[in-house]
T-cell receptor, first 115, second 115 residues
Framework: DAGVIQSPRHEVTEMGQEVTLRCKPI?????LFWYRQTMMRGLELLIYFNNNVPIDDSGMPEDRFSAKMPNASFSTLKIQPSEPRDSAVYFC?????????????FGAGTRLSVL | AQSVTQPDIHITVSEGASLELRCNYSYGATPYLFWYVQSPGQGLQLLLKYFSGDTLVQGIKGFEAEFKRSQSSFNLRKPSVHWSDAAEYFCAVMYSGGGADGLTFGKGTHLIIQP
């Protein structure tokens, strides 16, 4: 399997623009997670899905952030409008439905820079 | 709320020397513990995990970790480090809440290997 695939790897945009990050989970995995990594706050869970349904979005920082999972093989994280403080590395991870004993597999991340 | 503390932001070790990275978690019943490694520009790779049973767990790349409930710790060790071990190391915890959930990560420890 190719693993979790994220695109783009790098994104540079200007403040106020819409940004869409993409993730393809490992085939057969029922859970998908979005994390954000910053120097100040480290790795934080933003939202996760089970069988394409959002389960917990309490980590989403504000209404400018939204995430969707239209099917089992694709998810997007959208920021509209983007702000410089959104600059971070965004990771997607997926796992099998093993209850709490799930092992999350991470993508390589998208490094977002908002100017 | 669950939390993870990695008290050492940076650690410098000579190649061939032994290594121990510290991790403490907030008290909670049946924690599931993980160590991930992140190489520069890469995603997170699982080194090892503890769910139950033997408190000394073996992982990939010659790493091991010991769960000590009395100290709420899950320290990572390696008897002899290699230059390729230079990376960022993250400890993470998940509690048995009856369903899969996101991971709570520590802030990470940056490992530097001296020749």
């Amino acid at each position: 399997d190719a693993g979790v695939i994220q695109s783009p790897r790098h994104e540079v945009t200007e403040m106020g623009q819409e940004v869409t990050l993409r993730c393809k989970p490992i085939s057969g995995h029922d859970y998908l997670f979005w994390y954000r990594q910053t120097m100040m706050r480290g790795l934080e869970l933003l939202i996760y899905f089970n069988n394409n349904v959002p389960i917990d979005d309490s980590g989403m920082p504000e209404d400018r952030f939204s995430a969707k999972m239209p099917n089992a093989s694709f998810s997007t994280l959208k920021i509209q409008p983007s702000e410089p403080r959104d600059s971070a590395v965004y990771f997607c991870a997926s796992s099998l439905d093993q209850g709490v004993k799930n092992i999350q597999y991470f993508g390589a991340g998208t490094r977002l820079s908002v100017l | 709320a669950q939390s993870v503390t990695q008290p050492d932001i940076h650690i410098t070790v000579s190649e061939g020397a032994s290594l121990e990275l510290r991790c403490n978690y907030s008290y909670g019943a049946t924690p599931y513990l993980f160590w991930y490694v992140q190489s520069p520009g890469q995603g997170l790779q699982l080194l090892l995990k503890y769910f139950s049973g033997d408190t000394l767990v073996q992982g990939i790349k010659g790493f091991e970790a010991e769960f000590k409930r009395s100290q709420s710790s899950f320290n990572l060790r390696k008897p002899s480090v290699h230059w390729s071990d230079a990376a960022e190391y993250f400890c993470a915890v998940m509690y048995s809440g009856g369903g899969a959930d996101g991971l709570t990560f520590g802030k990470g420890t940056h490992l530097i290997i001296q020749p």
